[in-house]
């Protein structure tokens, strides 16, 4: 098995590490990472998060996910619900809303 990377990215190239698809928009400056983490689906269509060396941080087994901000990543478990995991892949905000919004959107809230 390997990690397909379907985007030419220097510092990971085009290698075969697990059939992943890295599916991340490009942010302001161009780049794919956010948080030192890149967005990734696995052939079964589940998300995930490698590092820039293409190392599996957090295993792909979430139905959808955005991107980090904030040291957090929405999640989407299997029931539907959103909830928010941690850098480490740990469910800091159980799944249990019907929607959320990227962390990113509050930075200038009460500003």
């Keep these: 098995m390997g990690l397909l990377i379907m985007a030419a990215i220097p510092t990971l190239g085009q290698t075969d590490i697990d059939e992943l698809e890295i599916v991340n928009e490009t942010n302001d400056d161009g780049g794919f990472i956010h948080d030192g983490l890149i967005r990734v689906q696995d052939d079964s269509f589940k998300f995930g998060f490698i590092d820039k060396t293409g190392k599996v941080?957090?295993?792909?087994?979430?139905?959808?996910?955005?991107?980090?901000?904030?040291?957090?990543?929405?999640?989407?478990?299997?029931?539907g619900k959103w909830g928010f995991?941690?850098?480490?892949?740990?469910?800091?905000?159980?799944?249990?809303?019907?929607?959320?919004?990227?962390?990113?959107?509050?930075?200038?809230?009460?500003?």
């Design 85 to 111: 995991i941690d850098k480490y892949g740990l469910l800091t905000i159980l799944c249990k809303w019907v929607s959320v919004a990227d962390l990113s959107l509050l930075e200038n809230v009460g500003r």
């Design 57 to 79: 941080v957090i295993p792909c087994k979430w139905e959808e996910a955005k991107d980090f901000s904030e040291g957090l990543a929405p999640v989407q478990h299997d029931n």
